[in-house]
């Protein structure tokens, strides 16, 4: 099962959306069958009101995703956002659910480096880096030549569902990118679903999410250029 879902706190909900667009992602690629939708108080308290006037409450999917040559079947548990709050509880309610009722073995938990400070607007070079839940799951991280996440405190829901899941018999690894840029994130989308890849065993053409990303570049250029009347590029070790 993969897990993807972002902060929904207001203040960080665009600079941390790697996770809900990754997933956004997944589901556009791939077919997917919905297997449930939960609701929970962990949630934001709203509704969304959409363009027929109809209030949507925000909610958690299960989704069995169709990737063409995975080596095994694949879950996603994807959002509007992670829980804020009651973590401990809400991680042992989806740990249990994906063990009994979908038998679920492995768990990859995507996510943000909460302790890494935010990056350029734009990045270039996007590391992908992994832990694991226990040293055999560190160990299968290795295998896929998967950088080794700094030693840090990593927090809140992403992170506290791998420590908990062997208590649940269910490997459990975590893949971050490091924060940074602001909304879109598609190198960092492409640098995660490429690593996924490695793992579940497919292999995709991301040239759409390289042109977003050149995109988003001449988008951040031609603002800095407005905002201080100078001529400076992306490129230019100045630009922040």
Not at 130 to 140: H, I, P, S, V
Not at 203 to 209: A, G, R
């Amino acid at each position: 099962m993969i897990i993807s879902l972002s902060t929904g706190l207001p203040q960080y909900f665009l600079l941390y959306s790697q996770a809900r667009e990754l997933a956004k992602f997944l589901l556009e690629r791939f077919g997917a069958r919905k297997l449930a939708t939960y609701y929970s108080s962990t949630m934001e308290d709203f509704v969304q009101v959409n363009d027929d006037g109809v209030a949507e409450l925000p909610s958690y999917s299960v989704h069995m995703l169709e990737i063409p040559g995975a080596k095994e079947k694949t879950l996603l548990f994807s959002g509007y956002s992670s829980p804020r709050d009651h973590t401990y509880e809400f991680c042992e309610h989806v740990l249990g659910v994906a063990k009994e009722r979908w038998g679920v073995k492995r768990i990859v938990s995507v996510g943000a480096r909460w302790s890494e400070e935010p990056t350029q607007a734009v990045v270039d070079e996007v590391k992908v880096y992994g832990y694991g839940a226990t040293k055999e799951d560190a160990q299968f991280l290795r295998g896929f030549g998967i950088l080794e996440n700094p030693t840090e405190i990593a927090p809140y829901f992403a992170n506290v569902i791998v420590g908990l899941a062997p208590l649940y018999g269910i490997s459990a690894v975590k893949l971050s990118v490091d924060h940074g840029e602001i909304r879109p994130h598609p190198r960092q989308v492409k640098a995660l679903v490429q690593t996924l890849g490695r793992i579940l065993g497919f292999d995709l053409d991301l040239s759409e999410l390289d042109a977003e990303a050149e995109k988003l570049k001449t988008e951040v250029n031609l603002i800095s250029k407005v905002n201080t009347g100078k001529n400076r590029s992306y490129d230019d070790p100045s630009f922040i």
